[in-house]
């Protein structure tokens, strides 16, 4: 049986019309606070609520953001990013539709128009990798905040602090005593196109090498992979004890998991004998590798979270759109694959 604002009315001993008041908000200054508190017990007790399209329909709102993404949908790896949203979303009475474009541009134009005619009341703009976008023009006509990604002209995005990342995963090592550190960046010599991650956690690992004064330190361009990972650690650690590196910063935890076959294959141990630092902190992989990887927390639930909710503070409260990106730090997150450096 479907519970009435009339019921309501009935065991509060109050009137509809002092229902309708409190449970929409506005009941301060024209009910009192004990029969406030007698409206809200027993709408809590009979289980009311509110027909939503009513509500809605009043406000002139449809209560929906529309959330467009690139690849998540198809991503285990930047789920979380698109959970963390939704959660934030439903939690402020807010529902989502996603609308997956898979980088095509004409698609995701259609895709925006057609949730402009659901009356969506915003916009989220999601990447699965962090990369500068030209947001559809129609899109900002609404309340719109990027996440995971950026563009020129704005609207601001909510991206990861990726330099103090790089930063925070090389002084893991620099801190244990290395000074003959490589940073193993996550992209191939023979790609021209520019990839802001990257360039943003070398510029953190070099800044980190500057301040000990690691001279040794050095960058090499060695992509995304495990493959990768070992073809580059097995020509840089097959020297003599005293040439080769004795710690890895890896651009991606695929890559510290080829750094750590490759030691394996030449009979090198980590940390005990190399050291090895990944980024992104794919759990899967770096919390049940032996050793268990230090990493860097790519803190993609946090910035859907945070998208979000700089979205709705602008659609329910009021509050002005932020005007510059807004940065998610990046946590060290420590495990066993860090030692100090070798003393033979």
Same mark, same amino acid.
């Given at each position: 049986?479907?519970?009435?604002?009339?019921?309501?009315?009935?065991?509060?001993?109050?009137?509809?019309?002092?229902?309708?008041?409190?449970?929409?908000?506005?009941?301060?200054?024209?009910?009192?606070?004990?029969?406030?508190?007698?409206?809200?017990?027993?709408?809590?007790?009979?289980?009311?609520?509110?027909?939503?399209?009513?509500?809605?329909?009043?406000?002139?709102?449809?209560?929906?953001?529309?959330?467009?993404?690139?690849?998540?949908?198809?991503?285990?790896?930047?789920?979380?990013?698109?959970?963390? !949203?939704?959660?934030?979303? &439903? /939690? @402020? $009475?807010?529902?989502?539709? =996603?609308?997956?474009? *898979?980088? +095509?541009?004409?698609?995701?134009?259609?895709?925006?128009?057609?949730?402009?005619?659901?009356?969506?009341?915003?916009?989220?703009?999601?990447?699965?990798?962090?990369?500068?976008?030209?947001?559809?023009?129609?899109?900002?006509?609404?309340?719109?905040?990027?996440?995971?990604?950026?563009?020129?002209?704005?609207?601001?995005?909510?991206?990861?602090?990726?330099?103090?990342?790089?930063?925070? !995963?090389?002084?893991?090592? &620099? /801190? @244990? $005593?290395?000074?003959?550190? =490589?940073?193993?960046? *996550?992209? +191939?010599?023979?790609?021209?196109?520019?990839?802001?991650?990257?360039?943003?956690?070398?510029?953190?690992?070099?800044?980190?090498?500057?301040?000990?004064?690691?001279?040794?330190?050095?960058?090499?361009?060695?992509?995304?992979?495990?493959?990768?990972?070992?073809?580059?650690?097995?020509?840089?650690?097959?020297?003599?004890?005293?040439?080769?590196?004795?710690?890895?910063?890896?651009?991606?935890?695929?890559?510290?998991?080829?750094?750590?076959?490759?030691?394996?294959?030449?009979?090198?141990?980590?940390?005990?004998?190399?050291?090895?630092?990944?980024?992104?902190?794919?759990?899967?992989?770096?919390?049940?590798?032996?050793?268990?990887?230090?990493?860097?927390?790519?803190?993609?639930?946090?910035?859907?979270?945070?998208?979000?909710?700089?979205?709705?503070?602008?659609?329910?409260?009021?509050?002005?759109?932020?005007?510059?990106?807004?940065?998610?730090?990046?946590?060290?997150?420590?495990?066993?694959?860090?030692?100090?450096?070798?003393?033979?």
């Amino acid at each position: 049986m479907t519970v009435t604002s009339a019921d309501v009315a009935r065991r509060a001993g109050v009137s509809r019309t002092a229902v309708s008041l409190v449970l929409n908000g506005r009941g301060e200054g024209s009910i009192s606070a004990a029969n406030q508190a007698r409206i809200h017990a027993a709408a809590a007790e009979l289980g009311y609520r509110p027909n939503a399209a009513a509500v809605n329909l009043r406000r002139r709102s449809t209560a929906t953001v529309g959330i467009v993404t690139d690849e998540i949908t198809t991503s285990p790896f930047a789920g979380p990013l698109l959970q963390g !949203a939704r959660e934030v979303a &439903f /939690e @402020r $009475g807010y529902l989502t539709i =996603v609308a997956d474009y *898979g980088l +095509d541009d004409e698609r995701e134009h259609q895709m925006v128009q057609a949730l402009l005619g659901r009356q969506v009341d915003a916009f989220l703009h999601a990447a699965m990798s962090m990369r500068e976008i030209t947001p559809d023009p129609a899109m900002v006509e609404l309340p719109t905040v990027l996440a995971n990604c950026f563009a020129a002209g704005g609207p601001a995005g909510v991206i990861a602090d990726e330099e103090e990342g790089g930063y925070r !995963a090389a002084r893991a090592v &620099f /801190e @244990r $005593g290395h000074r003959r550190v =490589v940073m193993l960046a *996550g992209r +191939d010599a023979s790609e021209t196109e520019y990839i802001p991650a990257t360039a943003l956690r070398r510029r953190g690992f070099e800044r980190a090498a500057l301040e000990v004064g690691a001279g040794e330190a050095r960058v090499i361009d060695a992509g995304w992979n495990i493959e990768t990972g070992v073809r580059h650690a097995c020509a840089l650690l097959d020297a003599p004890a005293a040439q080769r590196p004795t710690a890895f910063v890896c651009a991606r935890d695929r890559v510290a998991v080829g750094v750590v076959l490759a030691a394996a294959r030449l009979g090198l141990r980590v940390p005990e004998d190399v050291s090895v630092v990944g980024y992104d902190d794919e759990t899967d992989v770096a919390a049940e590798m032996s050793p268990a990887l230090t990493t860097i927390d790519l803190p993609h639930r946090r910035i859907g979270e945070l998208a979000m909710e700089l979205l709705l503070a602008t659609v329910l409260d009021g509050e002005p759109l932020p005007e510059a990106d807004v940065l998610v730090p990046c946590e060290l997150v420590v495990r066993d694959s860090v030692g100090p450096v070798p003393t033979r």
